[in-house]
């Protein structure tokens, strides 16, 4: 079974800082994808960011950014410029072939003036 | 924008009444899950599909049930609601990993609260 572990249950940064959140997985499959999912409040929740286990290079949309560690399974991520918009839960998610999404508990984060 | 919809938004009933939420995507998706949310908190799922006359249950223990007689619908239905099962519900669904594109859709969620 895979699991996924966000350690951060809450975290806050200033407006225009950068914040990561953290996020580790464990697997013994070797092709899998990993997402940073957002969920604004009472809002839909949307897609931030994917990455594939066999690409070695870092996914990167725009001011959102990764850290995959595919040996120390971990999967992190980086908020630069932070917003206020950017306030939401976020969470990390592995997907695989035979199983289904699976996500870690959340991170809330909080943008503050 | 993602094409997959969930309908009722929100929805108060008594206890003891049956419910089904629906959730429709045109995307041509295998896959559909639904997911169990309290607020803020985190997701459990509690059913998915791989296709269609597919379906399984997830790792939180529910007492809904799931069909799938069409790719694109998944709806779920709870035979006899009680205030336990007072939460959001979300649908989602994607395309199996050997795609290129994988992401998973999720729709807005059904709020349900039972009186």
Not at chain 1, 10 to 20: G, I, L, R
Not at chain 1, 32 to 41: D, G, I, R
Not at chain 1, 98 to 105: D, Q, T
């Amino acid at each position: 079974a895979q699991t996924v572990t966000q350690s951060q249950p809450e975290m806050s940064v200033q407006e225009a800082e950068t914040v990561t959140l953290s996020c580790t997985y464990d697997t013994s499959e070797n092709n899998y994808y990993l997402f940073w999912y957002k969920q604004p409040p009472s809002r839909q929740m949307i897609l931030v960011i994917r990455q594939e286990a066999y690409k070695q290079q870092n996914a990167t949309e725009n001011r959102f950014s990764v850290n995959f560690q595919k040996a120390a399974k971990s999967f992190s991520l980086k908020i630069s410029d932070s917003q206020l918009g950017d306030t939401a839960m976020y969470f990390c998610a592995f997907l695989t072939s035979g199983y289904a999404l699976n996500f870690g508990k959340g991170t809330s984060l909080l943008v503050t003036p | 924008e993602a094409d997959i919809y969930q309908t009722p938004r929100y929805l108060v009933i008594g206890t003891g009444k049956k419910i089904t939420l629906e959730c429709s995507q045109t995307m041509g998706h295998d896959k559909m899950y639904w997911y169990q949310q309290d607020p803020g908190m985190e997701l459990h799922l509690i059913h998915y599909s791989y296709g269609v006359n597919s379906t399984e249950k997830g790792d939180l223990s529910s007492e809904s049930t799931v069909s799938r007689i069409r790719t694109e619908h998944f709806p779920l239905t709870l035979e006899s609601a009680r205030p336990s099962h007072t939460s959001q519900y979300l649908c989602a669904s994607s395309e199996s990993p050997a795609s290129d594109y994988t992401e998973a859709f999720f729709g807005q969620g059904t709020r349900l609260t039972v009186v």
